[in-house]
């Protein structure tokens, strides 16, 4: 595990941090390191917390551009089949 050190947090900022602390019974070092894992998709643990990511970025350029042109009839409404 490494250490990070964060300088110059505002005093709102770490007012909030403070007060989310407090208020989930945690310590803000805990707090932060969940709300950095949550915000790039991780657990903490460092496991993807969705059940997709591991199909992100498989497709070659030539794939999702045959995708892409699949999918062009999809970009219109028609309108008979939505009746007022």
């Given at each position: 595990m490494s250490s990070l050190t964060i300088h110059s947090i505002d005093v709102v900022l770490d007012d909030r941090l403070t007060e989310e602390a407090r208020k989930n019974k945690k310590s803000?070092?805990?707090l932060i390191k969940e709300i950095l894992a949550r915000s790039l998709g991780m657990t903490e643990g460092g496991l993807y917390s969705d059940d997709y990511r591991e199909f992100c970025?498989?497709?070659?350029?030539?794939e999702h551009q045959a995708f892409e042109a699949?999918?062009?009839?999809?970009?219109?409404?028609?309108?008979?089949?939505?009746?007022?």
């Amino acid at each position: 595990m490494s250490s990070l050190t964060i300088h110059s947090i505002d005093v709102v900022l770490d007012d909030r941090l403070t007060e989310e602390a407090r208020k989930n019974k945690k310590s803000k070092n805990q707090l932060i390191k969940e709300i950095l894992a949550r915000s790039l998709g991780m657990t903490e643990g460092g496991l993807y917390s969705d059940d997709y990511r591991e199909f992100c970025g498989v497709w070659t350029t030539a794939e999702h551009q045959a995708f892409e042109a699949s999918q062009t009839g999809n970009a219109s409404i028609d309108t008979e089949d939505w009746p007022s």
